[in-house]
């Protein structure tokens, strides 16, 4: 009865079959170089789910980069559609200003919260006031044109277009548009 559960399985003929079956394997033994020649190694550093300071102030920094770069360019673009847009509009209204030096009848009319004045003669004053002429802003100056350019101009650039008056509007006062102060 001395004998131990082991040796009694191993009488039996189990101990054989489960070693046999479950042989564990050992590992590998590194094999140390010589005392002399060793050189110390470094445990290897566990991975980091999260980066660590520096790269996310490098990632903070080239983010900020990359955004100040995208809106730079996109200035430089709206500026250059601009300034090509401001070309069209020179080159569209070259030929076809109405304006006179003779011209003695100043149109006042509301324009950037200030209220504007183009000169004209007493008939650019009527079809000015008819419809049939219409105020263009170009490099500050106000340009008297025909009601076709202004609308060309309004194509080209919205805000040139200052002054168009529409001969089938109501009035909103009292007070005639031809009316001279």
Same mark, same amino acid.
């Given at each position: 009865?001395?004998?131990?559960?082991?040796?009694?399985?191993?009488?039996?003929?189990? !101990?054989?079959? $489960?070693?046999?079956?479950?042989?564990?394997?050992?590992?590998?033994?590194?094999?140390?170089?010589?005392?002399?020649? #060793?050189?110390?190694?470094? *445990?290897?550093?566990?991975?980091? #789910?999260?980066?660590?300071?520096? #790269?996310?102030?490098?990632?903070? +920094?080239?983010?900020?980069?990359?955004?100040?770069?995208? %809106? /730079?360019?996109? *200035?430089?673009?709206? *500026?250059?559609?601009?300034?090509?847009?401001?070309?069209? =509009?020179?080159? =569209? $209204?070259?030929?076809?200003?109405? &304006?006179?030096?003779?011209?003695?009848?100043?149109?006042?009319?509301?324009?950037? &919260?200030?209220?504007?004045?183009?000169?004209?003669? /007493?008939?650019? $004053? +009527? /079809? =000015?006031?008819?419809?049939?002429?219409?105020?263009?802003? =170009?490099?500050?100056?106000?340009?008297? @044109?025909?009601?076709? !350019?202004?609308?060309?101009?309004? %194509?080209?650039?919205?805000?040139?277009? !200052?002054?168009?008056?529409?001969? &089938?509007?109501?009035?909103?006062?009292? @007070?005639? +548009?031809?009316?001279?102060?």
């Amino acid at each position: 009865m001395a004998d131990s559960l082991r040796d009694q399985l191993l009488k039996s003929g189990l !101990v054989q079959k $489960l070693k046999a079956e479950a042989k564990p394997e050992r590992p590998a033994q590194k094999k140390l170089p010589p005392p002399h020649q #060793s050189k110390p190694q470094r *445990a290897p550093q566990p991975e980091r #789910s999260e980066p660590d300071l520096a #790269s996310a102030y490098a990632q903070r +920094a080239r983010q900020e980069r990359e955004e100040r770069e995208r %809106a /730079q360019r996109e *200035a430089e673009r709206i *500026a250059r559609e601009k300034k090509e847009r401001k070309q069209k =509009l020179q080159t =569209l $209204l070259e030929s076809k200003a109405l &304006n006179t030096a003779d011209a003695d009848k100043p149109r006042h009319f509301p324009h950037g &919260n200030k209220i504007r004045r183009v000169y004209c003669t /007493q008939d650019q $004053l +009527a /079809q =000015l006031n008819r419809g049939e002429l219409a105020v263009v802003q =170009l490099a500050g100056r106000y340009i008297l @044109v025909t009601r076709d !350019v202004a609308m060309q101009a309004q %194509a080209i650039q919205a805000e040139a277009l !200052v002054l168009l008056c529409d001969p &089938n509007a109501p009035a909103d006062d009292d @007070v005639p +548009a031809d009316l001279m102060w």
